[in-house]
C-alpha cells in the first residue's frame, strides 16, 4: 500500500515535530495506564489520532497503518526532540492521553496547510515500550546501497535468525525503505525489497500490494496483478490492491 507521505511517520513520528519548546506538551488523560513508563533509551511502540481543534481528523494510525503501531526511540540526544520525548515519558504502559500541540511544531507534516487553527490535538496511546535494538531493516539497506543485491539478500539471511531477539525487521521498516527506492527511481532495488518483505511477512497483505506496485511501477503488468490478486486472497477488502486492479483493467 503507497502511503508516501507518511512512509518516515512509520519508522518515527519524532520528524513530524520541528521542537521549538522544551518542556513537555500540555495534555489530557484519557485513559492511566498501569504500567511502567518509558525511559531515555527505550523504544516506545503508540498508536495516535491527528486532530484539529474543530475536530478534524488529519491522521489516524487504525486507519493509516496496518497493525496501527508506529515506533520512535528516546535517545535524550535531540533538544529539537525534547518535547516529544519528555511527553512520551510521562505515560504509563496502556494509557491513552490527548497532547495539545502548535501546529507551527509540524511543519513537516504533508497535511500542514490543510490545518485550519494554531494547534492540535495528538491521541496518542502507550502500546509498547522496550530496549532499543538495531534496526535490521536499515542494515539491509545499507548493504543494498553500497554492495548491491546480492549482497543485500545474503545480509537479510544472515539477520533473519536474529529476528526480534538481537534486532528488529519490521515489516513497515521495510516497506518504508521500498518507497524511498521507488521515489529514487530504483525501480529493481525496491522489488527485491518488497520481495524480501513478501518473505519475512508472508501473511500480510500490504507486502504483496506493495511488491505489486513495483512490478506495476516496472511496467511489468502480469506480475504486478499477480501481487494485487495475492493480496486480496489474504485480505479480500484490502483497498489499494482492488483500486490498483480496476486501474489496470483487472477489477470485478
Given amino acids: 500500500m503507497k502511503k508516501t507521505a507518511f512512509i518516515f511517520l512509520v519508522c518515527s513520528i519524532c520528524i ?9 506538551y500540555p495534555y489530557e488523560v484519557i485513559k492511566e495506564g498501569s504500567g511502567e513508563k518509558p525511559t531515555i533509551g527505550k523504544e516506545i511502540g503508540t498508536s495516535l489520532k491527528i486532530m484539529g481543534t474543530d475536530g478534524t481528523l488529519y491522521f489516524d494510525s487504525d486507519m493509516m ?35 495539545r500541540v502548535p501546529k507551527a511544531e509540524m511543519k513537516e507534516a504533508p497535511f500542514y496547510s490543510q490545518i485550519e487553527g ?26 543494498l546501497r553500497e554492495e548491491g543485491l546480492v549482497a543485500a539478500k545474503a545480509k537479510m539471511a544472515e539477520l533473519l535468525p536474529k529476528k526480534g531477539a538481537e534486532l528488529n525487521l519490521r515489516e513497515w521498516d521495510m516497506n518504508g525503505i521500498g518507497y524511498e527506492l521507488l521515489a529514487e527511481g530504483k525501480v529493481e532495488e525496491a522489488v527485491a525489497i518488497f520481495a524480501m518483505n513478501v518473505e519475512m511477512y508472508p501473511g500480510s ?9 513495483a512490478y506495476q511501477a516496472m511496467g511489468n503488468k502480469d506480475e504486478a496483478v499477480k501481487q494485487y490478486k495475492k493480496a486480496l486472497e489474504i485480505d479480500a477488502s484490502f483497498q489499494s490492491s482492488i483500486d490498483h486492479l480496476k486501474a489496470l483493467g483487472e477489477g470485478e
Avoid: C, H, W
Wanted: hydrophobic content about 45%; overall charge negative.
Fill in 16 to 24: 513530524y515535530f520541528t521542537v521549538q519548546a522544551q518542556e513537555a
Fill in 118 to 143: 494554531d494547534e492540535l490535538f495528538i491521541e496518542t496511546a502507550m502500546l509498547e515500550i522496550n530496549d532499543i535494538k538495531p534496526n535490521g531493516a536499515r542494515m539491509i539497506e545499507d548493504v
Fill in 205 to 213: 497483505a500490504n507486502v504483496y500490494d506493495s511488491l505489486g506496485e
Fill in 65 to 99: 497503518m496496518i497493525g496501527a503501531v508506529m515506533y520512535s526511540e528516546l535517545t535524550g540526544e535531540s533538544e529539537e526532540d525534547a518535547a516529544y520525548e519528555r511527553s512520551m515519558m510521562l505515560m504509563p504502559l496502556g494509557s491513552v492521553y490527548t497532547f
